[in-house]
């Protein structure tokens, strides 16, 4: 099973929007509406910011959001902070059969 | 709040077995959901490894298959990973996390380091 595509970096000035993609096939993002979101600091653990395409966990701010169109996911950061700087990883379901799969990873630079 | 922690040997032999060992507090493995484990080799995305519900039973990631084995110990609330016959390819940090049946891991262990060297 193929890993999710996504765009090795990404950059945005404070305050600026920025958004990363996802792209899967037809057999995982474009199947469910399971996609979910991480966001991971250099040396810590992922965390999950965004799970079944769009919704938040509780205590994630209101300025990240994800959507979904056919086969690409996509992760939006409103208001870019110093902090948002990470690496972040999208994830899909495959179906009970298949395990599921991550994308590359996109580094986000605040500039 | 749910916390889990890995523990093991950071250093293993080529061709030897990996064995880690996660422990949750403040959930009970038992009450449900699926408790996997996930690696990413130093400067590199995420891979999933296996999981395992909290009835025992195993779902592993086809390109592992042949070499992992996830069990659990309910009385001890902690799940366990062996990976056979490791290589360097092996070498990564490895998580272990709290997911959904949809693979949204929602708590995770702090991860260790687990170098496969001689």
């Known amino acids: 099973q193929s890993a999710l595509t996504q765009p090795p970096s990404a950059s945005g000035s404070p305050g600026q929007s920025v958004t990363i993609s996802c792209t899967g096939t037809?057999?995982?993002?474009?199947?469910?509406?399971?996609v979910s979101w991480y966001q991971q600091h250099p040396g810590k653990a992922p965390k999950l910011l965004i799970y079944e395409v769009n919704k938040r966990p509780s205590g994630v701010p209101d300025r990240f959001s994800g959507s979904k169109s056919g086969n690409t996911a996509s992760l939006t950061v409103s208001g870019l902070q110093a902090e948002d700087e990470a690496d972040y990883y999208c994830s899909s379901y495959a179906g009970s059969n298949n395990f599921g799969v991550f994308g590359g990873g996109t580094k986000l630079t605040v500039l | 709040q749910v916390q889990l922690q890995e523990s093991g040997p950071g250093l293993v032999k080529p061709s030897e077995t990996l064995s880690l060992t996660c422990a949750v507090s403040g959930f009970s493995i038992s009450s449900g959901f699926y408790w996997g484990w996930i690696r990413q080799p130093p400067g590199k995305g995420l891979e999933w490894i296996g999981s395992i519900y909290h009835s025992g039973n195993t779902f592993y990631n086809s390109s592992l298959k042949s070499r992992v084995a996830i069990s659990v110990d309910t009385s001890k609330n902690q799940f366990s990973l062996n990976l056979t016959s490791v290589t360097a390819a092996d070498t990564a940090i490895y998580y272990c996390?709290?997911?959904?049946?949809?693979?949204?891991?929602?708590?995770w262990g702090q991860g260790t380091l687990v170098t496969a060297s001689s």
């Open positions: 037809s057999s995982d993002v474009g199947a469910y509406n399971y």
């Open positions: 996390a709290r997911h959904s049946k949809v693979r949204n891991a929602d708590y």
